[in-house]
């Protein structure tokens, strides 16, 4: 299992060039990505039947984000409506079945030189509990990052409660225009607040604090919701707080019970 949530890390932290906006990446970047995903694999663990599957496996993967991503380009798909987790669904789904059916990974000499780095980098914890605990919690952090950011965005695009320009709500969704830097900013105060409330979570099991988390944030937008009264701001922010709650609880109860 340490070793999967290893090889899942790796594949989330390259899927965060998915974090910077809706827009698609282009087919070479999305080759680029792929074939950075197999390297990791194979560089990591050594030569066997579930490492090939996995491989098989992320390449499918990639061949799904390709044909996502081409037909964003070509205006028949929207990837503000949540596509892009579609890849990441069939990397946890199936590469959970592929352990459990052959067998788990094995480590290969570069992944042993590091955990051998490592433990000699940490001497004060020999028992070498600290370093699977990080594994699952790097994990959790990922999944909260660009993956929950993903749902999210998709439940404010059908919810039409995007932050918009100007001062009136358009009636057609085609005349809407995004405000890409209220995004932006509520999309890097989201991850910081769910992963402040998961690592409470996570090492208290203590709900209380998510309180005041939710309390300072809406104290420091209370002038923006006052100002837009007659906008939907309110609503865009009570439904990310909540959802990023949401999440953020779901993962660390999850994270734990896997550590």
């Known amino acids: 299992m340490t070793e999967l949530i290893l090889l899942l890390n790796v594949l989330l932290l390259t899927r965060m060039v998915y974090l910077r906006s809706d827009e698609w990446l282009g087919m070479l970047a999305n080759l680029a990505l792929s074939i950075t995903q197999l390297a ?63 067998g788990p990974l094995t480590a290969s000499w570069l992944l042993v030189a590091l955990e051998d780095l490592s433990a000699s980098l940490l001497p004060l914890l020999p028992d070498g509990s600290a370093l699977p605990l990080l594994n699952h919690v790097v994990f959790g952090l990922l ?90 701001f309110a609503e865009y922010l009570l439904v990310g707080t909540m959802l990023s709650t949401l999440f953020a609880i779901i993962v660390a109860q999850w994270i734990r019970a896997l550590a």
Do not use: C
């Not at 969704?173 to 830097?181: G, H, K, N, T």
């Not at 932006?184 to 979570?201: D, N, S, Y």
């Not at 005041?212 to 944030?217: D, H, N, W, Y």
């Open 40 to 102: 990791a694999l194979f560089l990591l663990f050594s030569s066997g039947r579930t490492t090939l599957w996995l491989g098989a496996l992320i390449a499918a993967t990639g061949v799904v984000s390709l044909l996502i991503d081409a037909l964003a380009a070509r205006r028949r798909l929207d990837l503000a409506e949540g596509w892009r987790a579609l890849p990441l669904l069939l990397l946890l789904l199936g590469s959970g079945a592929i352990v459990n059916s052959t």
């Open 143 to 232: 999944l909260l990052a660009n993956e929950t950011n993903i749902l999210i965005r998709a439940t404010f695009h059908h919810l039409r409660l995007e932050p918009q320009l100007g001062t009136t709500r358009q009636p057609d969704p085609r005349l809407v225009r995004i405000d890409e830097a209220e995004y932006q900013a509520g999309r890097a105060i989201g991850i910081l607040e769910r992963w402040l409330m998961f690592l409470v979570v996570f090492s208290q099991n203590d709900l209380t604090a998510i309180g005041f988390i939710i309390a300072v944030k809406g104290l420091v937008r209370y002038k923006r919701i006052e100002n837009d009264r007659k906008d939907r």
